[in-house]
């Protein structure tokens, strides 16, 4: 397979990496192997950005993305680690709005997702669609994600900030 023209693209993708799952289904080992991400396996690696953390107190936006200086990290770690990279991690913290899993594991689930829709999910929030697309093209399920979760990525991409954004998903949650 070809690699992709990094240089085409946007926003550099990263992703802080511990390796405390499977290898075998871990979608950012699957991100690296495809030339789609940098993983990092030492916390003060990672370079400044916008990180992904599911402890972050404000949801992500489009406005953030001229805050990460062109660089979005996931976070490929426990629950724990997660939370020790709230307080440790340099950059810009934000956690994705309400999203639903397309991945085999979690399917339907809210909030569960694998770090690969993760990063797709902020960068179609960054109006970066087609980054997004070719970041899920190694998974089966990749383009169900965006399917699937098609209405409220494009209503988030469509918010001014954090409290729009916020906004939006409270609407989708009121719904659930």
């Known amino acids: 397979m070809e690699s992709p023209d990094t240089d085409a693209l946007d926003t550099a993708v990263h992703v802080y990496y511990e390796g405390d799952d499977d290898p075998d289904k871990c979608t950012a080992r699957r991100l690296e192997r495809f030339d789609r991400a940098i993983l990092h396996r ?3 690696a990672v370079p400044y950005g916008v990180v992904l953390n599911p402890h972050a107190e404000q949801a992500l936006s ?15 770690c426990s629950w724990e680690s997660a939370e020790e990279a709230s307080f440790s991690m340099n950059g810009v913290h934000r956690a994705l709005p309400f999203l639903v ?6 399917y339907g689930r809210p909030f569960q997702l694998t770090t690969a829709e993760a ?19 190694p998974f089966r399920w990749g383009e169900t994600f965006l399917t699937l979760n098609e209405e409220p990525l494009r209503r988030y991409a469509e918010c001014g900030d954090s409290s729009e954004v916020v906004a939006v998903q409270e609407e989708y949650l009121a719904e659930e």
């Open 42 to 44: 030492r916390m003060n």
């Open 62 to 76: 489009p406005a953030d993305a001229a805050d990460g200086l062109g660089t979005l990290v996931a976070l490929d």
């Open 101 to 106: 899993a397309a991945n085999p594991v979690n």
């Open 119 to 137: 990063l797709a999910a902020a960068l179609v929030i960054f109006d970066e669609r087609e980054h997004a697309e070719l970041l899920l093209e």
